[in-house]
């Protein structure tokens, strides 16, 4: 089937160690998101890539870089998690630009970062 | 700018009742507008969505929803829950325009707890 992939589910790392959470994708969508999710509360929207073109929102924090190597893959890399940047962290594809998309999004399961 | 608003942070129902979460939505277009389901240390799943053309929506595990243009609604409804069903619902609308097309702005998400 056809999905978005997660890697890892569960990630613990250090205050101020940089950590990379990895996306991958079989849907061959040329839109691909990462949100934050924080305990019950809808999914805040770090970034997105269209295509190759990369869409910063405003109030993302500079600690959160994004990079998109080829169309299947995205990694999401915090230089120096705080203690504040344990979260959910989901990744969501699409497919966006042509007659007819309606920009549903599929997310992957997950992946839940823990900070000591 | 749209704007989603889901009444009703957590609502409670019997195994067997109606369950109805309500979503408002804003928007000066005619919007997408989705339903997804959260279970607990998972990812978003779609239920159904909106995309202009039957005003009433089917989909998965039983669930549908009305548009209603005149009310800028969009309430998900099922005519008998089911245990399963306990999880965390989200309404969201798609951005229509600009650089921002696709992106998603979701409800407050509401909890929906069933009784045995």
């Known amino acids: 089937d056809a999905m978005v992939i997660q890697n890892p589910r569960y990630q613990v790392t250090q205050f101020g160690k940089p950590v990379t959470l990895s996306c991958s994708q079989t849907l061959n969508h040329n839109v691909m998101y990462w949100y934050q999710q924080k305990s019950s509360q809808a999914p805040k929207l770090l970034f997105h890539y269209y295509d190759k073109d990369f869409n910063n929102e405003a109030d993302t924090p500079d600690n959160f870089q994004s990079r998109r190597p080829n169309t299947s893959f995205c990694f999401l890399d915090i230089r120096s998690p705080g203690l504040g940047d344990a979260a959910m962290y989901l990744c969501?594809?699409?497919?966006?630009?042509?007659?007819?998309?309606?920009?549903?999004?599929?997310f992957g399961p997950g992946t839940r970062l823990t900070v000591t | 700018a749209q704007s989603v608003t889901q009444l009703g942070s957590h609502v409670s129902v019997s195994e067997g009742a109606l369950v109805l979460l309500r979503c408002n939505y804003s928007s000066s277009v005619p919007p997408y507008l989705f339903w997804y389901v959260q279970y607990p240390n998972q990812g978003l799943q779609l239920l159904l969505k909106y995309t202009s053309a039957a005003t009433l929506v089917k989909g998965i595990n039983g669930f549908e929803a009305e548009f209603k243009k005149s009310e800028t609604s969009f309430h998900l409804t099922k005519p008998s829950a089911h245990m399963s069903d306990a999880a965390e619902y989200f309404c969201?609308?798609?951005?229509?325009?600009?650089?921002?097309?696709?992106?998603?702005?979701f409800g407050k998400g509401t909890k929906l707890s069933v009784k045995p």
């Open positions: 969501a594809t699409t497919r966006a630009g042509r007659s007819g998309d309606s920009y549903e999004q599929y």
């Open positions: 969201a609308v798609s951005e229509s325009y600009g650089g921002s097309q696709g992106n998603l702005i």
